[in-house]
């Protein structure tokens, strides 16, 4: 069974760091790219980052570039997000997903979500 588990998020303050985690089980992620998402109240799910199976290759969406950091672990069967200078505009719930066909950016182009984990920015 494929399955995807977000953790990490919390409350941070402004300029403020968290990793979140995306463990995966039932599949081998290392063969897949996985890419990472929010979605904030009132708002639509937004690509924020996408790492690719075959090379490793990294996307950033434009409001995150250079303070977010997307790598893996392929021993731990997992993808981290790096995520640094946090400011409020980044809370949201963060997901990861496994990328199955399309543009890296799409929600439409990925499948298998995880249950999301919350990241509240705040003083």
């Known amino acids: 069974q494929v399955q995807l588990v977000e953790s990490g998020g919390g409350l941070v303050q402004p300029g403020g760091s968290l990793r979140l985690s995306c463990a995966a089980s039932?599949?081998?992620?290392?063969?897949?790219?996985i890419g990472w998402f929010r979605q904030a109240p009132g708002k639509e799910r937004e690509g924020v980052s996408c790492?690719?199976?075959?090379?490793?290759?990294?996307y950033y969406a434009d409001s995150v570039k250079g303070r977010f950091t997307i790598s893996r672990d392929n021993a731990k069967n997992t993808v981290y997000l790096q995520m640094n200078s946090l400011k409020p505009e980044d809370t949201a719930v963060y997901y990861c997903?496994?990328?199955?066909?399309?543009?890296?950016?799409?929600?439409?182009?990925?499948?298998?979500w995880g249950q999301g984990t919350q990241v509240t920015v705040s003083s």
């Open positions: 997903a496994v990328f199955t066909g399309g543009s890296y950016y799409y929600v439409q182009s990925y499948g298998y």
């Open positions: 039932g599949f081998t992620l290392d063969t897949y790219a």
């Open positions: 790492i690719t199976g075959s090379d490793g290759s990294t």
